[in-house]
């Protein structure tokens, strides 16, 4: 089947330490995003992706890098300089034709001790 | 993108229809309506989206008023498995991401 897959679902990290969250796709879609949700709250977008090899810093982007190096991955860090990194981490992909049509995986829980 | 305007709970009976309105007076004409949800703890899910006419596939159909400046996503017939935030957004086709607001929160009782 194909789909979206994050892993872990949940993780637990001492802070000051960096932390690499998967996000991986067999959709063949060229866009993938990564977004923060914290309690109660929308979601906010931290970096995407268009094309491989390329990607762009979204509204809270500090503390947090990424890398595309293969179409179909696209992991999010993120570091000791990220004050808050404890929420909920959302990443999605789409089409490159299909406009704001997203799929999303279902999430990985960080939880900073 | 335009702003959107949604309440932040409603209720709706098991097999009613479920209205969600949405606001979006400062839309613009290349702009989409958007609609996703979230159940908890789980990734948003899309649902449908429109640009003018009405829109209807197997979740749900969108209706959005002749000046474009609101919407009603409507769910035919609601089920428990209904209940989620629904989140409404106004977008251009070049955007680059999804702006989410607050949503409203269907409880669909039984």
């Known amino acids: 089947d194909g789909g979206i897959t994050q892993s872990p679902k949940y993780l637990f990290r001492k802070e000051g330490q960096n932390v690499t969250l998967s996000c991986e796709q067999n959709?063949?879609?060229?866009?993938m995003y990564w977004y923060r949700q914290d309690p109660g709250q929308g979601l906010r977008l931290i970096y995407y992706?268009?094309?491989?090899?390329?990607?762009q810093k979204g509204d809270i982007a500090e503390g947090y890098s990424v890398s595309r190096e293969k179409k179909e991955s696209f992991p999010l860090t993120v570091t000791s300089a990220q004050k808050n990194p404890t929420a909920f981490y959302l990443c999605?992909?789409?089409?490159?034709?299909?406009?704001?049509?997203?799929?999303f995986g279902p999430g990985t829980r960080l939880t900073v001790l | 993108d335009a702003k959107t305007t949604q309440p932040p709970s409603m209720d709706c009976a098991e097999g009613r229809a479920a209205n969600l309105p949405c606001n979006h007076s400062?839309?613009?004409?290349?702009?989409?309506v958007y609609w996703y949800r979230q159940i908890h703890s789980q990734g948003p899910q899309y649902i449908i989206h429109?640009?003018?006419n009405n829109e209807t596939n197997e979740m749900a159909s969108l209706i959005i008023t002749e000046d474009r400046k609101s919407s009603t996503l409507i769910l035919p017939h609601a089920t428990l498995r209904d209940t989620a935030v629904y989140y409404c957004?106004?977008?251009?086709?070049?955007?680059?991401?999804?702006?989410f607001g607050s949503g409203t929160q269907l409880t669909v009782l039984p």
């Open positions: 959709l063949n879609h060229d866009a």
């Open positions: 999605a992909s789409r089409e490159a034709t299909s406009y704001n049509e997203q799929f």
């Open positions: 429109g640009l003018k």
């Open positions: 957004m106004v977008l251009s086709g070049s955007a680059r991401q999804l702006t």
């Open positions: 400062t839309i613009s004409g290349n702009e989409y």
């Open positions: 992706s268009q094309i491989v090899n390329d990607f």
